[in-house]
Structure formats: structure tokens, C-alpha cells
């Protein structure tokens, strides 16, 4: 089955610096790659996603590379800013089983005025 | 639009109790649905899935139940609750797209 690791486990940065969480998968038939941000006690929410025949997409301040050959996927936060605290986990799976994500073990980001 | 509720919103209770969760979603037909749990600073585990009424796959296997008796309701059961049951529960829902999470449970087993 699908393993996904993700790093670091957590993060501080300094308001308006940028922010990377990587994450690797090993299951090659994956080709859907979600991100999601939990902030304190709620659920988690889709913030972007990305598909295996894509190799980077962008919404606003975030961002999503994708490596196939390599099997890793990473995200990018650019500005940030005190509300990007949150924790962020990465997923995959095959698209055709949209919903059974296997989940990385997540990323505290901290960010600081 | 698509809501999905989820309650109750925490819930405490006894080692050897039952339980159950209700998750119902509105404004589609014939989601597939979900329950993952999540441990104290832990990541996201399916637990179970459900692709119809009355179809469900169990992805771990606990001490744990689902049912799905109508197309947009999905109740996770337990006869006796371990302490190790401790958790955030949450029913997700999804059709051809992206899988998207109800507000969940506390659930303390005490």
C-alpha cells in the first residue's frame, strides 16, 4: 500500500519568510496529491491539490510541486503570514479511490510576528 | 452546495460503553462517505468507507463498526468502548473529487 512521509514534523518562521513542507509517497500508481490545513481543534480543510500530470500549481500564496520520477511533492507558502499557523498534512492516493487518502504524519507551522 | 454534518461535537465516556456517531451529508446523491480518526498530535487514519447503502469496508480492524442505512447517513458504532478509542473522529464525504471533512468528534474515553 501507499506510505507517505512527510518533513519536518514542525516549522517556525518568521512572518512574510516563506514556508516549505515536503513529502514523499511510494506507491507509484498515486496520482492525486491533496494538501489540507487543520487549524486547532477543527477539521481539516482542502487548501490545493495536484494531479500527476501537472508539475506545479499555484493559488495565490501557496503553491504545490510535484516530482514524479522522483515520487516526492512539496508546499510552498510564500508571505507568510500569523493566520498560516496551522498544521498541514499532504496525502496520495490513486484518483480512482478518491477518498481513501493515505495521510503524512503532518507539519505545525508557527508563524511569528 | 454540499454540507455535511457531524455530532455529537465531543463526547466523554466510560470504558465499556457503546457508542455512536452520526454523520449525514446534504445537497448530493450517493456520496461515497468516510470515517477517519485521528489521535492526540497524529496524523489521519481511514477507518472505515462506505461507496453505497448497506457497503461498507473496514480499512483497520478495532473494536470499531460502521453502518450506512440510507444514502447520505454514515454512523460509526462501537458495543464497548476501549480507552485507546480516544480520538478526533471524522466523517468525510466525496463523489469524483476532492475528499472534504465534517466539523468531528472529540471522543474521550475515560
Redesign the interface.
Known amino acids: 500500500g501507499e506510505n507517505v512521509e512527510q518533513h519536518p514534523s514542525t516549522l517556525s518562521v518568521q512572518e512574510g519568510d516563506s514556508a516549505v513542507i515536503k513529502c514523499t509517497y511510494s506507491d507509484s500508481a498515486s496520482n492525486y496529491f ?1 494538501w489540507y490545513k487543520q487549524e486547532l ?6 487548501i490545493i ?1 495536484i494531479r500527476s500530470n501537472v508539475g506545479e500549481k499555484k493559488d495565490q500564496r501557496i503553491a504545490v510541486t510535484l516530482n514524479k520520477t522522483a515520487k516526492h511533492f512539496s508546499l510552498h507558502i510564500t508571505e507568510t503570514q500569523p493566520e498560516d499557523s496551522a498544521v498541514y ?1 499532504c496525502a496520495a492516493v490513486e484518483e480512482e479511490s ?4 493515505q ?4 507539519t505545525q507551522v508557527v508563524v511569528t510576528p | 452546495s454540499q454540507t455535511i454534518h457531524q455530532w455529537p461535537a465531543t463526547l466523554v465516556q466510560p470504558v465499556g460503553s457503546p457508542l455512536s456517531l452520526e454523520c449525514t451529508v446534504e445537497g448530493t446523491s450517493n456520496p461515497n462517505l468516510y470515517w477517519y480518526r485521528q489521535a492526540a498530535g497524529r496524523g489521519l487514519q481511514l477507518l472505515f468507507y462506505s461507496v453505497g447503502i448497506g457497503q461498507i469496508s473496514s480499512e483497520v480492524p478495532q473494536n470499531l463498526s460502521a453502518s450506512r442505512p440510507q444514502d447520505r447517513q454514515f454512523i460509526l458504532s462501537s458495543k464497548k468502548l476501549l480507552l485507546s478509542d480516544s480520538g478526533f473522529y471524522l466523517c468525510a464525504w466525496s463523489l469524483t473529487g476532492p475528499l472534504h471533512f465534517g466539523n468531528g468528534t472529540r471522543l474521550t474515553v475515560t
Open positions: 491533496p481543534g477543527k477539521r481539516p480543510q482542502l491539490d498534512f478518491w477518498g481513501k487518502l495521510f503524512g504524519a503532518g
